[in-house]
């Protein structure tokens, strides 16, 4: 299986301040790799697909990049309802995994 | 509009049987791959397995094969998760959720069915 390894797992910040995620790979799964944010008590919600691209609806402070096995998501000026969970997903194989998560609170 | 509806929450005993469901209407149901993801308390994301209704065709996560069955009915357009003796590390959260071919992203998710298994 394709280990995916979140960094942070949790970080606190305040609102308007940028952050960025880590994600990283076990393996090469080129452009494969997804974001979800999942609020509290919440199911999952797609916010990029592909690496990079938003899905409609997202907020354009939310952005992806990366390639291989290195990924990050970027929000570039938090906003209040951003404080959630954020995980990366790779879907370049099977079976489909996850990064642990990152929490991201109010600072 | 696509829309995945799960059965409600269950309070089972362990060794007891289980089967929830997962409904889904808005959407051609046999053209899409649904999959099952377990998120226990406090914890995250987990990948149980797949299927895709039109033929059934079906994978399981190595960790978790023969431990669950997954179904699908194409007259009722449900997908269902299936116990045959539940046990307290079955407690969770579980999510069905729609996904495109491989490599696309889960893009819809069921709201949630919370399993509890207790004595």
């Known amino acids: 299986d394709i280990q995916m390894t979140q960094s942070p797992s949790s970080l606190s910040a305040s609102v308007g301040d940028r952050v960025t995620i880590t994600c990283r790979a076990s393996q090469s799964i080129s452009n494969y790799l997804n974001w979800y944010q999942q609020k509290v008590g919440k199911a999952p919600n797609l916010l990029i697909c592909?690496?990079?691209s938003l899905q409609t609806g997202v907020p354009s402070r939310f952005s992806g990049s990366g390639s291989g096995t290195d990924f990050t998501l970027t929000i570039s000026s938090l906003q209040p309802e951003d404080f959630a969970t954020y995980y990366c997903q790779q879907s370049y194989s099977n079976p489909v995994t996850f990064g642990q998560g990152t929490r991201l609170d109010i600072k | 509009e696509v829309q995945l509806v799960q059965s409600g929450a269950e309070v089972k005993k362990p060794g007891e049987s289980l089967k929830i469901s997962c409904e889904v209407s808005?959407?051609?149901?046999?053209?899409?791959?649904i999959a099952w993801v377990r998120q226990m308390p406090g914890k995250g994301l987990e990948w149980m397995g797949i299927?895709?209704?039109?033929?059934?065709?079906?994978r399981y996560s190595p960790s978790l094969q023969g431990q669950v069955t997954i179904s699908a009915d194409k007259s009722t357009s449900a997908v269902y998760l299936h116990w045959s003796s539940l046990k307290a590390s079955d407690t969770a959260i579980y999510y069905c959720a729609r996904r495109g071919g491989t490599g696309s992203p889960i893009d819809y998710w069921g709201q949630g069915t919370l399993v509890t298994v207790s004595s």
């Open positions: 592909g690496a990079c």
């Open positions: 808005g959407y051609d149901f046999a053209k899409f791959w």
């Open positions: 299927i895709y209704p039109g033929n059934s065709d079906t």
